[in-house]
């Protein structure tokens, strides 16, 4: 019985060729016909097991190269992706400076004054824009303008109009600045990416004593509480904000789980402020406990401090007392030497 046929030829058997075009005649080599015994049945199995490991073999190489391929598109996407990212993240700063330069030159009035005293270190201590209009160009503006300022305290944007992009406009700057004590942000539009970016920038600020975000939309309506848990994040590690308000920013039990657990490792927060939320009563209970222990805490340092002041003036008291008498120990003796003096130039002369 013939062992070879069409299915069990080998993928190197030479195949030849007569002749050209569609009159060409293909055929391949003959090939030996043994007959059926052990040995040519062994001699088959290898023969077929050599076919089916060059299969593998192939469709290994096909696999890897594709896969080698996929990746190598994929790296050019992310780099044509990078590229294209850097490219818009240039357009919108040239953009952004564009409208800086337009604005300076055209800026006038109340908030043209005031950026221009921030930026020589004369504004006022506490400044409030009330009854000035704001668009995010004049929010950049000002947000660099408080970034090095070192006269300026408290400032009011409540009831602005602002936005996510000013919101991190706002909190790039408390990265930097090292003066702001209080910040007030209440009935804006700041959502997620502000609060986000805002307590991002608590982490590093040492020097924010008040922020206030009441109003605002720091959850999408309830919806999202990622920038709560950003702020409890925040907490953990801020030792100087002293008051947060939160309220009337649909803050639900899902974001006071997290507070709650802030709270147990602040000890200087003596405000957070939660009214008008969703929080369960408990999560306010355990919240106003760690309160009330600060507010103790802080009151007990503050009388300390006075008692320390109270005995630093009494000791500066006593030595101002000291010194007044040892002048005019000085003097006195000073006069008398110089009435001594006198009587001895006087028996001199005569």
């Not at 919108?92 to 409208?99: I, K």
């Not at 506490?126 to 300022?149: C, P, T, W």
Request: glycine share 4%; hydrophobic share 30%.
């Amino acid at each position: 019985r013939a062992l070879a046929d069409d299915d069990d030829l080998d993928d190197d058997q030479e195949e030849h060729t007569v002749g050209e075009g569609t009159t060409a005649l293909h055929f391949l080599a003959p090939v030996e016909v043994l007959p059926q015994t052990a040995r040519t049945e062994w001699l088959q199995k290898q023969k077929e097991e050599r076919r089916r490991r060059r299969i593998e073999e192939r469709e290994e190489r096909r696999k890897q190269k594709e896969a080698d391929e996929a990746k190598e598109r994929r790296r050019k996407a992310q780099q044509k992706e990078i590229r294209q990212q850097k490219e818009r993240e240039r357009e919108l700063q040239d953009r952004r400076r564009r409208e800086e330069e337009e604005q300076r030159e055209k800026m006038e009035g109340g908030l043209g004054q005031i950026i221009a005293q921030l930026q020589k270190n004369e504004s006022e201590r506490d400044i409030s824009f009330v009854g000035i209009d704001l668009g995010s160009v004049q929010v950049r503006l000002l947000a660099k303008a408080l970034e090095n300022n070192t006269t300026c305290e408290s400032i009011d944007l409540s009831r602005k109009g602002l936005n996510d992009e000013d919101g991190v406009a706002l909190a790039e700057m408390l990265k930097v600045n090292r003066n702001l004590r209080k910040l007030e942000l209440e009935g804006n539009n700041l959502s997620i990416k502000s609060a986000k970016a805002l307590a991002e920038a608590l982490m590093s600020n040492a020097t924010l004593r008040m922020l206030d975000l009441e109003s605002n939309n720091i959850t999408s309506a309830g919806n999202d509480q990622t920038g709560v848990v950003a702020f409890a994040d925040a907490l953990k590690q801020n030792h100087a904000l002293r008051c947060l308000n939160l309220v009337r920013n649909h803050v639900t039990h899902q974001g006071g789980d997290p507070l709650v657990q802030a709270m147990a490792h602040n000890t200087e927060c003596i405000l957070l402020d939660l009214s008008g939320n969703e929080l369960h009563p408990k999560q306010l209970r355990d919240i106003d406990v760690v309160i009330q222990e600060n507010r103790k805490n802080l009151s007990k340092l503050r009388r300390a401090e006075r008692r320390e002041r109270f005995a630093m003036f009494t000791e500066q008291y006593r030595c101002r007392q000291y010194d007044m008498q040892v002048e005019a120990k000085r003097i006195e003796l000073d006069a008398l030497e110089e009435r001594r003096l006198h009587r001895q130039r006087e028996r001199w002369t005569s």
